[in-house]
């Protein structure tokens, strides 16, 4: 059968917990593989079924996912993450502890047949108003944030699941969300390389671009940049696979429309092209079909894209029979930071102020009631969004307030800075209220976090 290389470099989404007779036939026919989201997934005895049967379609097929730990979980969207976040890691800044947290990571993902993970997050975070990497990144110092990436890609590896580090050449000095616009990354080109090529230097296996321009690279953005490509290709020697961003993103749909970014993206020297949840394979498949059959794209550089994808991830040992572990739970622990006093005595009430959701994230389940729950039964539990009146503070039961990026999100403020609170951010703790008792700062907003958060509460 003559290999179909536009399929070959597609890694799309598609709906629904099982893999249809359609996505299977795709598979077969060589596509390069797929991608799981939050939709894919209900519980790690169907997402086993699920990956198994991709596996026997073609066996060694990439599947592949976002599972950072913390805000950003795909296996655990609907429970919060068991792992906190890149910024919580990089707070306590034990490369062990990185290591082992990925390496446990990477065993949850292998134990549910995925192999290939689009982590870690490399971006160095030196804007406090970027809408998108905040508590994602590791950091805002190019020399931690390249010793946590090298550290994550090992933990990976370690568990036989290939690592992605993203987003090249980073997406942390932005102020603006390559979801929905195109971002111009300023700040130090050389500084902001630096984690890629600590990642490089670890054997990561691929890397993801990012939609973003970057002034000293020309006015396209990365992802469909020539230069950009360059740059990773011969300044950095990165020879493995080299994976978009989601391509119907408007960083640079709004360019051309998905299937000429697509195109376009090829054309620079990108290996796969990342396709979202809503993003359907046909046209994007036809669109470089055509593209080959124009002679704008060369079969032999398809072919070679595909060849880099087949190898990637099969140099990696196959582990099995690592227990799971409470790594998650001790990095949380230790990257709480406190000030004053943040003992509860009693029941309180708890008020979780809801931001518009990172949408890389996605919106946070109720899962932090239940959390609540679990440590003060009967505590009331109030939510409440920016457009709604803020909840009464006059109370005789002790209060805790939940913010996430009250910097940026300044709605939060004056709801949280009230007398004898407690308060918890659970995002960059920029911004310190003045009269409350408490300060909790958890550097990340996934289960693990908020558990050591009310955890401490609890005890004192």
């Known amino acids: 059968m003559t290999p179909d290389l536009a399929a070959a470099c597609l890694l799309p989404g598609f709906d629904g917990l099982e893999a249809s007779d359609e996505l299977i036939g795709w598979v077969e026919r060589g596509l ?50 068991s792992y906190p976040s890149h910024l919580a890691l990089g707070t306590v800044d034990d490369v062990g502890l990185t290591r082992s947290v990925a390496r446990a990571i990477g065993t949850d993902l292998r134990g549910v047949g995925v192999n290939l993970d689009f982590a870690p997050v490399a971006d160095v975070n030196t804007n406090p108003d970027n809408p998108v990497i905040g508590v994602r990144s590791f950091g805002a110092d190019p020399a931690l944030v390249s010793r946590h990436v090298a550290a994550f890609v090992e933990g990976l590896h370690a568990a036989g ?32 390389v630096a984690p890629f090529r600590a990642a490089v230097a670890a054997g990561v296996g691929a890397i993801m671009t990012a939609h973003v321009v970057i002034p000293g690279l020309g006015r396209e953005p990365a992802t469909i940049n020539p230069a950009a490509i360059r740059l990773l290709r011969e300044e950095l020697g990165f020879a493995g696979v080299i994976v978009s961003d989601a391509v119907e993103m408007r960083g640079v749909a709004a360019l051309a429309g998905p299937e000429e970014a697509a195109v376009r993206a090829l054309e ?124 009464p503070t006059t ?66």
């Open 268 to 391: 620079a020297g990108v290996d796969a092209i990342c396709l979202g949840h809503d993003l359907p394979l046909e046209p994007v498949h036809a669109a470089v079909e055509a593209a080959v059959a124009s002679g704008r794209l060369s079969a032999e550089r398809l072919a070679q894209s595909a060849l880099r994808l087949g190898r990637l991830g099969r140099g990696l040992p196959t582990v099995n029979g690592i227990p799971r572990t409470s790594v998650g739970a001790e990095a949380a622990r230790r990257a709480l930071e406190t000030e004053g006093d943040v003992r509860v005595s009693g029941t309180p009430v708890v008020v979780e102020l809801v931001a518009t959701p990172n949408i890389a994230a996605g919106p946070r389940g109720r899962w932090l009631a239940e959390l609540v729950s679990e440590r003060w039964p009967g505590a009331e539990i109030l939510r409440v969004g920016p457009h709604e009146p803020p909840p």
């Open 32 to 81: 390069g593989g797929v991608v799981l989201f939050g939709k894919n997934i209900s519980d790690p005895g169907q997402v086993e079924r699920l990956t198994a049967a991709l596996d026997e379609a073609r066996p060694g097929v990439l599947i592949a996912t976002d599972e950072e730990g913390g805000d950003v979980t795909r296996l655990e969207a609907g429970t919060g993450s």
């Open 161 to 192: 699941v290939a690592a992605c580090a993203k987003h090249f050449p980073g997406h942390g000095d932005t102020s603006t969300d390559s979801h929905l616009e195109l971002p111009v990354a300023r700040g130090d080109l050389h500084a902001h």
């Open 395 to 460: 109370s005789d039961r002790p209060l805790v307030v939940v913010l996430q990026n009250a910097a940026r999100h300044e709605w939060q403020q004056p709801i949280a800075d009230v007398p004898d609170a407690v308060v918890i951010e659970t995002g960059i703790p920029t911004w310190r209220p003045e009269r409350p008792a408490g300060f909790v700062a958890t550097h990340g907003a996934g289960r693990a976090n908020l558990e050591a958060a009310f955890d401490l509460l609890a005890r004192g």
